[in-house]
Structure formats: structure tokens, C-alpha cells
């Protein structure tokens, strides 16, 4: 079984569209959860930052955490088609030397 | 801020063959993450440095696969000899701070098809 689990898509959605991400994971050590999204030939990049459980919100952007369910979220309101792109959750342990595990990536296409 | 920067871009070669990717980090950021993502997955951590020492290589395939980090500045990943299962976008990225709890920044990688 993989530390994170996540739902490969492809999802795809029309403009406008509210998107929920998920993933799920197995070590209750991890504290510091991300997401990130990598457009084509593109590297990895940072959308939300959220520490242990809860929610955060960042514009059109919502993360939320429950780690009594050791499940994570990310939420798009009004998508875009510049939205389309793989989005990454990522976590790490509390004290940990910052190394991330990653899930799989959701490809998520944003149609006009 | 100038982003990290990486090259070459892609790289193709024959199995067996040696082949080096460089890297340099943003100004300033002491870790530096090699990460090697397979099509279809996650990035894989292969080794940080936290500047010239290695903190974590536990994932890192030392019989092919080695990693130097000069001067605490730049940094360079070479396999040899490469696999076909290496083919794989092998991405740099910085943090300005480790064991902090602040996201990387990363390269766009280097993508490396072994035939």
C-alpha cells in the first residue's frame, strides 16, 4: 500500500465548475500537508500550505484537512481553464528534514 | 527571484550510457532536493543536501545513480550506467529553509528517455 493515495482523473469539468481533489494516506506522522500543481514540462508548483487539520482558504482555493480520517482536499470554486493541470498533494512528518511524499497526481482539464 | 534552474531540458540515451544533469538553486537556499518523477507519478526524493552535506540519499540508487553539490551552491546528479526504468523527468528544487515547513521551489526538470 502506498503512503498517499490519489485519484489519478482524468477529471474533467466544465468553466465554472467547483473541483474537489482528494487524497488519502496511511502515516498518521505526517502534520504538514501541500498541494501543488504542475502544468505540462512544467516543475511542481506550491498552491496551498496547511498544517495540521483544518481548513484554508486562498482566493478561489480551499484545503482542508482531517487527519482523524487521514484524508485531504482541495477545493476550486468558479474554475478556469488556465485551472487545468495535474495537481500533487503532498505531505511530510512534524520535525521531519522537509522531505515531501507525494501522491500521483489528478489531471484535471477545465473545459470552455 | 530568479527560479531554480536546470539543463539540459531533455536528454536521450542509449542504455548503458552515462549521462549529467545540473542544477542551481534560487540565492540563498541552503537545501537543495534532487526528485525523480516517473510518468504517471509523484516525485520521488533521491537526495538533499543542506549545503555541501547530504541529509537524505536513502532513496538515492548508489550503485548507478551519484550527487554532488559544490560549494554548497550548484548541483549535479549523474547515472551510470542508465536503465531503461530511469527514464523518468528528474526535477531540482530549493527551500530556504529544512526541517522548516515552507514548500519547495522547483526547476522544470530534466526529462531523460533511456533507450
Known amino acids: 500500500q502506498k503512503e498517499v493515495e490519489q485519484d489519478p482523473g482524468p477529471l474533467s469539468v466544465p468553466e465554472g465548475a467547483i473541483v474537489s481533489l482528494n487524497c488519502t494516506y496511511s502515516?498518521?506522522?505526517?502534520?504538514?500537508f501541500m498541494w501543488y500543481r504542475q502544468y505540462s514540462r512544467k516543475g511542481p508548483e506550491l498552491l496551498m500550505y496547511t498544517y495540521s487539520s483544518g481548513n484554508k482558504e486562498d482566493g478561489r482555493f480551499t484545503a482542508q484537512v482531517d487527519k482523524s480520517s487521514k484524508y485531504i482536499s482541495l477545493f476550486i470554486r468558479d474554475s478556469q481553464p488556465s485551472d487545468s493541470a495535474t495537481y500533487l498533494c503532498?505531505?511530510?512528518?512534524?520535525?521531519?528534514?522537509?522531505?515531501?511524499?507525494f501522491g500521483a497526481g489528478t489531471r484535471l482539464a477545465v473545459h470552455p | 527571484e530568479a527560479g531554480v534552474a536546470q539543463s539540459p531540458r531533455y536528454k536521450i540515451i542509449e542504455k548503458r550510457q552515462s549521462v549529467a544533469f545540473w542544477c542551481n538553486p534560487i540565492?540563498?537556499?541552503?537545501?537543495l532536493y534532487w526528485y525523480q518523477q516517473i510518468l504517471g507519478q509523484g516525485p520521488k526524493l533521491l537526495i538533499q543536501f543542506q549545503n555541501n552535506g547530504v541529509v537524505d540519499d536513502s532513496q538515492l540508487p548508489k550503485d548507478r545513480f551519484s550527487a554532488e553539490r559544490l560549494k554548497g551552491v550548484d548541483s549535479t546528479l549523474k547515472i551510470q550506467p542508465a536503465k531503461l526504468e530511469d527514464s523518468a523527468v528528474y526535477l531540482c528544487a530549493s527551500s530556504f529553509i529544512s526541517g522548516g515547513n515552507y514548500g519547495y521551489t522547483f526547476g522544470s526538470g530534466t526529462r531523460l528517455t533511456v533507450v
Open positions: 502515516n498518521s506522522a505526517f502534520q504538514y
Open positions: 540565492s540563498g537556499h541552503a537545501t
Open positions: 503532498a505531505m511530510t512528518p512534524w520535525g521531519g528534514y522537509n522531505k515531501l511524499i
